[in-house]
């Protein structure tokens, strides 16, 4: 009866220690991804409400990436897959997917910034990254970013022989809006 007893106390020990190891897995997204945008950690760019007011006189090469997921079945392209910008001006630029499935799909965008350490001088103003995106079979839509770097990246010593920068977005099925 004893040892019956203590297997029963195991099964319960280990049973509570996968239950919350299965939380953190959950858990642990989220949360990073909220240190991300509070820190700027790993080439997360700042957002913010109102476009540039101050100009700059840096140059530089922006390229902009697109990666998918093979189970979303959308195909992505930027309008433009680089462009010379100058610190302070205010960039409009649309990327265009279409849902090449025969369903109807729901995706999101996670982003990062290259070289990481200039994350922090790229402000957006409107990203279609903030909110998910829903395409039918055979939908096509346009999608905008907007966005300028800060022109204090001139101040940082880390980027002064930085002279390109790349926004990488990374698409995935929206399993939240499914």
């Known amino acids: 009866m004893k040892e019956h007893k203590k297997n029963k106390t195991i099964l319960i ?24 945008k509070v ?14 007011s101050e100009s700059g006189n840096r140059d530089f ?9 093979p189970e979303l079945n959308w195909k992505v392209v930027p309008d433009k897959t680089s462009e010379i910008v100058t610190t302070g001006d205010n960039i409009f630029t649309f990327y265009n ?12 965008a996670t ?14 103003v409107e990203c279609f990254c903030f909110l998910g995106q829903e ?17 204090a ?6 980027l002064k022989n930085v002279d390109t920068i790349t926004i990488s977005y990374t698409f995935f099925k929206n399993k939240d809006l499914l």
Not at 18 to 36: H, K, N, T
Not at 111 to 124: D, G, M, R, S, T
Not at 153 to 158: F, H, K, L
């Open 13 to 36: 020990i280990c049973f509570s220690i996968i239950l919350f190891m299965g939380g953190l897995s959950l858990a642990a997204v989220p949360l990073y991804e909220l240190f991300c």
């Open 39 to 52: 820190t700027g950690y790993k080439g997360t760019p700042n957002i913010i409400n109102v476009a540039s």
């Open 61 to 69: 090469i922006m390229r902009y990436d697109v990666n998918i997921s």
């Open 97 to 108: 997917a279409k849902n090449e499935g025969v369903l109807q799909n729901n995706g999101i």
């Open 111 to 124: 982003y990062n910034v290259i070289p990481a350490e200039a994350a922090a001088y790229i402000l957006k």
């Open 135 to 151: 395409l039918s079979s055979g939908e096509e839509m346009r999608m905008p970013l907007t966005y300028y770097i800060d022109p």
């Open 153 to 158: 990246i001139d101040r940082d010593e880390e």
